[in-house]
Nanobody, 125 residues
Framework: QVQLVESGGGLVQAGRSLRLSCAAS????????MGWFRQAPGKEREFVAA????????WYADSVKGRFTISRDNAENTMYLQMNSLKPEDTAVYYC??????????????????WGQGTQVTVSS
């Protein structure tokens, strides 16, 4: 089992930045590829970004490419999402998730076995 806890959400004005953190405990963090997903009110959950177990490869949704950066520190058992130039449409609950190395698709939520409880990000215009 891996336990995931997100933090760093909040209310921010458009154009500003936030950094989300996802702290992992339990099994070896480096054994998992990790991802960020988000869900806005009345909308389906959507993929935001993903990173391989080593941090060597990253992927982003087109809507956040160039603005968001995913990273991880395996020594600290933590993953991050640096969000710059935030827009009101980025408002959502953000979830971190983990899946076994190389299993499934990085953009598919049902490939992930472990999920955090979510952190709210609200961007005002």
């Amino acid at each position: 089992q891996v336990q995931l806890v997100e933090s760093g959400g909040g209310l921010v004005q458009a154009g500003r930045s936030l950094r989300l953190s996802c702290a992992a405990s339990g099994r070896t963090f480096s054994g998992y590829d990790m991802g960020w997903f988000r869900q806005a009110p009345g909308k389906e959950r959507e993929f935001v970004a993903a990173i391989t177990w080593s941090g060597g490869y990253t992927w982003y949704a087109d809507s956040v490419k160039g603005r968001f950066t995913i990273s991880r520190d395996n020594a600290e058992n933590t993953m991050y999402l640096q969000m710059n130039s935030l827009k009101p449409e980025d408002t959502a609950v953000y979830y971190c998730a983990g899946k076994s190395r190389g299993v499934g698709w990085y953009y598919a939520g049902n490939s992930y076995d472990y999920w955090g409880q979510g952190t709210q990000v609200t961007v005002s215009s």
